[in-house]
């Protein structure tokens, strides 16, 4: 049987194998790290491409609408592109650019390109991500 904490300990050893030749300082906070607080497993779940839906009073951004794995390294910046692009496509409909619904559907129809492309970034971001084993 495996002593408590092993799975920790040897991730820590996994990470500080990965970041050999990294600043001492990151490496130091690595290696002073407690195991048994600091390593957890994660399942990791990402989405398959959405497609287009009809425009209403509700729409979605960032990981509601295109959830993407933490080896494309774009989830937070996404959202806040999606959340830009949103509030842009608004404030043409409170100017009498386009109508709410057209700035919706445009909204989500440029949203759903970038952000699409974005998880499947983070897919094929994967294997560089992760070990092998």
Same mark, same amino acid.
């Given at each position: 049987m495996s002593r408590p904490g092993a799975a920790a300990h040897d991730a820590r050893e996994v990470v500080l194998d990965l970041i050999a030749?990294?600043?001492?300082? $990151?490496?130091? $906070?690595?290696?002073?790290?407690?195991?048994?607080?600091?390593?957890?497993?994660?399942?990791?779940?990402?989405?398959?491409p959405l497609e287009p839906w009809a425009a209403g009073r509700m729409t979605l951004l960032g990981d509601a609408a295109h959830l993407t794995l933490a080896s494309g390294g774009n989830g937070a910046n996404t959202a806040f592109r999606d959340a830009e692009l949103l509030c842009r496509r608004l404030v043409q409909a409170d100017r009498g650019e386009l109508e709410v619904g057209a700035a919706l559907e445009a909204y989500q129809r440029e949203m759903l390109a970038r952000g699409n492309a974005a998880v499947e970034h983070s897919k094929e971001a994967l294997g560089r991500f992760l070990p092998e084993s």
């Open positions: 030749g990294w600043h001492t300082d $990151l490496v130091d $906070l690595i290696r002073a790290a407690d195991p048994g607080n600091s390593a957890v497993g994660r399942a990791m779940v990402t989405d398959r």
